[in-house]
């Protein structure tokens, strides 16, 4: 039996294998984050890929992180924020700060989009 | 909008508590100075125990004879002043703004909580205003300036509960909320708000003259 399509299953395997949980990823429209448990707020809302469209973000850098070297943000896999974020803690930025640092720092730099409360925390 | 916002929780802040805290020293000094020049022996009356003695006397509700007399009055403001100060202080949306800029933090109300005190706090205003319009004695001493104190008093708590339901235009309304709060921090020393602090000094007067010059009770 030749390897040729042994080796043809098994590349197509391997497409599905990577494939299949890429697009089963529900798309992102709203940030609650289990984390905070028992939520004082309405989820802010946010459509991760139009959002992405709209401001043109090519990678994942300006919000997923591994860390700060240097005062900059050190690119890695987009791991969810409360990994490394305490919602409770003394040492480094709180989830809540984080979140909030994380769109309003930009939304003020680049003077556009939601900057107060109610803008993203939007009642239904 | 982000102009705006940045504007308002920017110089304007710095404006508003600026005027709020030179001010208040500003007020505590000439009044001070005031007492001094006009009054000089009624500074000797001074008593700290008597003065502390009267201020916590009359913290507690229900307690002076005054309190009795108008249980209406007596709820309503003790209700008013607690939520008055509680709610801006201890609000998660107002928390969240001191950890942003200065990076402290401290307890917070449950929203639920300070909704409810938010309302009670607008309620209060209205039974003062009606008060003022109603009863004679208060009638007499109302002036102007009285109605507008009340207005600017309100007006943050009527704009902060309709910017957090978010009714109305919800944009228009956050930052008419926050223009509103510091003009209401800013205008504390010139206005009759200032019994925020001087408030404490005439309640440890009178508590000192009577416990101290008198031997009476002030309550």
């Keep these: 039996m030749s390897k040729k399509p042994m080796i043809l299953i098994l590349a197509a395997a391997a497409v599905l294998l990577f494939l299949l949980p890429a697009f089963s990823q529900e798309d992102i429209k709203q940030l609650a984050d289990p984390a905070f448990g028992q939520a004082q707020r309405p989820a802010a809302v946010f459509d991760h890929d139009a959002h992405n469209e709209k401001a043109a973000i090519d990678g994942c850098l300006p919000c997923h992180h591994q860390g700060v070297e240097e005062g900059r943000f050190v690119e890695g896999d987009p791991v969810k924020c409360a990994d490394c974020h305490e919602v409770k803690t003394a040492e480094g930025t709180p989830l809540m700060l984080a979140y909030h640092k994380q769109c309003e720092d930009c939304h003020l730099e680049k003077k556009k989009g939601p900057v107060t409360c109610g803008e993203c925390h939007k009642r239904p | ?219």
């Design chain 2, 1 to 219: 909008m982000v102009e705006i916002y940045n504007f308002v929780v920017g110089p304007l802040a710095w404006v508003g508590w600026g005027i709020f805290v030179v001010g208040i020293i500003y007020k505590l000094i000439y009044m001070y100075s005031l007492a001094r020049a006009k009054d000089y022996s009624s500074l000797d009356y001074m008593s700290l125990p008597f003065s502390l003695r009267s201020i916590f006397v009359w913290s507690i509700p229900f307690y002076a004879t005054n309190w009795k007399r108008n249980p209406a009055m007596t709820v309503a403001t003790f209700l008013f002043h607690i939520c008055l100060i509680a709610v801006p202080v201890f609000l998660l949306a107002h928390v969240v703004l001191w950890q942003k800029f200065f990076g402290i933090t401290w307890a917070t109300l449950p929203d639920q909580a300070a909704d409810y005190m938010t309302l009670a706090v607008i309620a209060a205003c209205v039974f003062f205003g009606v008060r003022r319009a109603t009863d004679l004695r208060a009638r007499y001493v109302t002036s102007y300036k009285d109605w507008l104190i009340l207005i600017l008093v309100a007006s943050p708590f009527v704009t902060g509960f309709l910017a957090y339901h978010q009714i109305f235009n919800y944009k228009f309304m956050i930052i008419l909320h926050i223009v509103s709060g510091l003009a209401w921090l800013a205008l504390i020393p010139f206005t009759r708000l200032s019994h925020m602090f001087l408030g404490l000094f005439t309640r440890a007067y009178a508590g000192s003259e009577f416990g101290k010059v008198r031997h009476v009770k002030d309550w």
